[in-house]
């Protein structure tokens, strides 16, 4: 019970300030003792129960790594969809590029084509930043980043996958 205070005989308040770097008597207790065989991370895992929970690190964060590439395709692929397809429709009109005999090209001349063209490429900048910090946001609302698994939690027992609190993502 962190900053809870202990009575425990104490008379000096200066003594107890001096032993745990806190002032008014407030007695901080010390972190529980690790209960492991080895170290402080625990006992050292076996060459192959290393190379094993190694493997399965490795397939885990490659997983999280294929969903956050999906992710990321998806929100770009939406985001991104008006300004391609002004540009499709401005290209596939066009006189000079492809001049495709299909129904929408009916009703278009080479100038509102050029005109498509154009303002699918000026879309095409904002959209990209609305699509960037949307992934960013989905990633944090999901928290995505905080299930990557160190591969040295491998080497150790008692590890597993380690869930990170203090992690301060960056988007």
Known sequence: MCGVEVDDGVEDEHEV???FGVCEGVRMLP???ARCDGSVWGSRRGRCECVCWGLGLVLWNLALTG???MLMAA???LVLLPAVLLLYAGFLCHSRVLASPSAICR???DNSC??????GFVMMSPLVVVAAATFCGLLRRFRLLLYFQPISGAWYRGRGFVWRRDFHAWV
């Open 75 to 77: 929100v770009f692929t």
């Open 17 to 19: 300030e001096d032993e």
């Open 67 to 69: 969903v956050c590439v």
């Open 31 to 33: 972190p529980p003792v």
């Open 114 to 119: 050029s005109a498509l063209i154009i303002l």
């Open 107 to 109: 009703y278009l001349d």
